[in-house]
């Protein structure tokens, strides 16, 4: 009759001990959604990213230090005869950094960066990309199948010397979300098919 409470009791302890944190509950990061779109001659990604920041760096991008997150897209045409033709292979690079002295955050890819709210507000820039001009539209036939994929990483080689060092040895610093495929033609109108 005392095996069933002791049993019990012990299961409570065991549930209270474990490590729940909000990092291991929260979603993995991934890409949601990519539509390819034809606008001014030129083919542009719109993208959707599920990304959270982790404790850590939410506190490494509140004390001042740059977070940068880079966009890696590659866009193929399979070939019978050889290997797969390569039509675009860039990345896009964003930066945020707040300063301390005028308490404000910015958000931007190169030299531009824009004064945003809140961490939150810059981390929506990058979720939601938007009009990324990745190829000319003369380098895609019309009819023909190509292949694409997305992820979006931080990145931390363009960290600091130490900040880098430290990264390599946390797994909080290793936030990415995994290669998404997508694929898509050029109709004869000119607009992409899905």
């Known amino acids: 009759m005392l095996l069933l409470p002791r049993l019990f009791l012990a299961l409570v302890c065991l549930f209270t001990l474990l490590p729940w944190s ?10 949601v959604r990519i539509d390819p779109a034809l606008r001014n001659g030129r083919v542009e990604i719109d993208a959707d990213i599920e990304i959270q920041l982790n404790d850590q760096l939410r506190e490494a991008a509140e ?23 390569t039509v675009a292979d860039t990345s896009m690079t964003w930066r945020i950094v707040y300063n301390a002295l005028t308490r404000q955050w910015r958000a931007g890819v190169g030299e531009l960066s824009l004064p945003v709210r809140s961490l939150d507000d810059a981390m929506d820039m990058i979720r939601h990309i938007r009009g990324w001009a990745v190829a000319d539209a003369g380098d895609f036939k019309p009819g023909v199948k190509y292949e694409g994929q997305l992820r979006l990483r931080l990145d931390t080689s363009l960290l600091a010397r130490p900040f880098q ?16 495929s997508f694929d898509f033609a050029i109709a004869d109108d000119g607009n992409p098919d899905r």
């Not at 909000?22 to 890409?31: F, L």
Request: net charge neutral; glycine share 4%.
């Open 22 to 31: 909000g990092e291991s509950m929260a979603s993995e990061p991934k890409v």
């Open 165 to 180: 060092v430290n990264a390599l040895n946390s797994s909080s610093w290793s936030l990415s979300t995994p290669w998404t």
């Open 63 to 85: 004390r001042g230090l740059p977070l940068y997150f880079t966009a890696d897209l590659t866009i193929t045409r399979s070939r019978w005869w050889w290997l797969d033709s």
